[in-house]
């Protein structure tokens, strides 16, 4: 496995592709054509076996609708999220199109920024075809240490509520509400997310490690991630639409919250703060979320 195309050229795809560059030959390609090194045209990337999926979680049925034909890929997903229409997980997306063999799910904590400079990271390369994820694990960088799983499900959990958590992480640091606050919104939203997992038979273990509370305790606290700066921007009253018009890039959670919102109602599964930051941006006063919060009685 030492060619590799990433689709995508984001910040996560140029990131990607920037760190398979140690030890891989690495192309690239996007909608647009772009002046980035290892350019080259969707159809010329999909003639590759190895394939890294860097697309946003809302876009991705769309895109392999439109684009993707199975050639006997070898099959990286990248992204993080819970499609917002149907509540699906990118798991079910992707196995319409690929036999599940063939599919490895990337997780853990990963600012783009931090891999781009080269700095220490640890990730979980899951899939339910542990050769699969065990070759993947041998393009990665030096700097970057590899665990394989095959909980694809947790991960997919995992990384997707903690985009939500983040939103909600952003809103407790805007509205000042202090260390005790936000310590308690991260713990509670690991609860929710392992009560999540448990439904949908995911390991508990997985959401104690770096798909779960390492991916949740890196993005709920930090302005690196697009997600919080959502939140930091529904404290100051900004609309969502001018929030993520200034912040130009993609806010995963925004489409999660939709996705579990509606996971929680159809399936009854108590997710208390997902639901207050799916109202949040629904337009509800993020001061009456956390009044709703502190004086529910369900644990
Ligand atoms: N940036 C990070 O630190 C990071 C780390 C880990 C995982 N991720 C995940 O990677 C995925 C991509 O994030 P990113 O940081 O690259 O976002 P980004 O906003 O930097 O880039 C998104 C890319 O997707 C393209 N895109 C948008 N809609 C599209 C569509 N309909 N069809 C095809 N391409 C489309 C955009 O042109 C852009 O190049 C997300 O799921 C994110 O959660 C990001
Ligand atoms: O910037 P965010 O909030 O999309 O987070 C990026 C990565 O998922 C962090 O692991």
């Known amino acids: 496995m030492n060619k590799i195309a990433v689709i995508g050229a984001g910040k996560w795809g140029q990131a990607l592709a920037s760190a398979f560059r140690h030890k891989c030959n690495v192309v690239i ?27 946003p979680a809302q876009a991705v049925r769309e895109w392999l609708h439109k684009h993707y034909g199975f050639k006997n890929h070898n099959i990286l997903v990248a992204s993080k999220g819970i499609e917002a229409s149907t509540g699906a997980f990118l798991n079910e997306i992707y196995e319409e199109f690929v036999p599940k063999s063939n599919l490895t799910y990337l997780s853990g904590p990963s600012f783009a920024k931090e891999v781009l400079l ?33 909980d694809v499900i947790g991960a997919e959990i995992g990384g997707a509520y903690k985009n939500v958590i983040a939103i909600a992480g952003g809103i407790c640091e805007g509205l000042k509400l202090g260390e005790n606050a936000r310590a308690s919104l991260i713990s509670r939203g690991l609860v929710e997310m392992a009560r999540l997992g448990r439904e949908f038979g995911a390991k508990e273990e997985t959401f104690l490690s770096l798909s779960g509370a390492g991916d949740l305790f890196l993005t709920a606290s930090s302005k690196l991630s697009r997600n919080f700066r959502v939140g930091l921007g529904l404290a100051e009253g ?46 509800k006063d993020p001061m009456e979320s956390l009044k709703d919060l502190l004086n529910n009685r369900r644990r």
């Open 118 to 150: 080269g700095l220490p990271t640890a990730l979980v390369l899951n899939s339910h075809n542990r050769m699969v994820a065990t070759g993947w694990s041998e393009v990665f960088p030096d700097f970057i240490k590899t665990y394989v799983s095959t």
């Open 238 to 283: 900004k609309t969502l639409d001018e929030i993520l018009k200034e912040l130009g890039e993609v806010a995963e959670g925004v489409g999660t919250a939709k996705a579990l919102y509606t996971i929680s109602k159809t399936n009854d599964i108590y997710l208390p703060i997902a639901n207050e930051v799916y109202e949040i941006l629904e337009g």
């Open 29 to 55: 390609t996007s909608r647009t054509k772009r002046d980035i090194e290892g350019f080259v045209s969707l159809d010329e990337a999909l003639e590759y076996e190895n394939i890294v999926m860097t697309i």
